[in-house]
């Protein structure tokens, strides 16, 4: 048995796992069989599923893990079942469950969702955004609706009110926060919002934080003044490192 095209990245067969076993069953085959299980649904309703030693995302050993495989109409094979998966890790970012460990993702037709929750931190730095949404007792923003694609990528909204400070000067009103993780591992924070501090002007700005936390920002003033004289329809463009965090 071979992990279908459009789960390869997801699913592999774990080191040394002998095989992978996939049985077909008849509908009503044993109407006796017992449990849950994709395995135990499939021999009681009628169905195939595999069991075997998979190793998930290239992080995590599940040993007998269970899938129910669901013939698609114009050709091919569908996953379904339960699956953990290893915390999500590049450079400064971090997505696992709230305690640390493993989440827990259903697979779909479409890829792997995200059933319990996930917290994103960034290189141990607090992360807040508005009351309740950090579990009690961590720094990190709670992910919600998070969906993995066939290749491992994925968009995840944040939550709206976080500020994010760079080298003193704070971006507030963050709109469209999104943290994007490619096909190769490689993640990034999007974002958007208005850039000011002190004397210096505010600016409408849009920007990225890479897993390296290299700062990428594009800003437009509006209107302003710098030391008196107006000044409105400026562009400009900020590259640097992440200093002081997100919150």
């Known amino acids: 048995f071979r992990f279908p095209p459009g789960y390869a990245v997801l699913f592999q067969a774990a080191p040394g796992a002998a095989s992978l076993e996939l049985a077909a069953f008849s509908p009503w085959y ?6 849950d299980t994709p395995m135990a649904s499939a ?3 009628g169905g195939i599923a595999m069991r075997g030693d998979v190793r998930v995302l290239g992080g ?5 893990l269970e899938l129910g495989a669901v013939p698609l109409p114009g050709g091919g094979v569908a996953l379904t079942g339960m699956v953990p998966v290893p915390p ?3 450079g400064i970012f971090r997505v696992a469950a709230a305690d640390g460990g493993p989440m827990r993702f259903a697979v779909t037709p479409e890829g792997m969702r995200l059933v319990d929750g996930a917290v994103l931190t960034i290189a141990g730095t607090p992360l807040r955004a508005g009351r309740g949404a950090a579990p009690a007792g961590g720094d990190g923003i709670a992910l919600a609706g998070l969906q993995l694609a066939g290749d491992g990528s994925f968009r995840a909204a944040l939550p709206e009110k976080m500020r994010l400070v760079l080298g003193g000067l704070e971006v507030t009103g963050l709109t469209g926060a999104t943290l994007v993780r490619g096909s190769d591992g490689v993640m990034r924070l999007e974002f958007g919002g208005r850039l000011g501090g002190g004397d210096f002007p505010t600016w409408e700005v849009a920007g990225t934080l890479s897993s390296g ?8 003033l509006a209107a302003g003044t710098v030391m008196g ?3 409105g329809g400026l562009e400009t463009r900020l590259e640097g490192s992440l200093s002081g965090g997100v919150r």
């Open 60 to 64: 995590l050993d599940v040993r007998g």
């Open 229 to 231: 004289f107006p000044l």
């Open 30 to 35: 044993n109407p006796a069989a017992r449990g």
């Open 213 to 220: 936390g290299a700062v990428d920002v594009g800003g437009r």
């Open 88 to 90: 999500l890790e590049a």
């Open 43 to 45: 021999e009681r309703w």
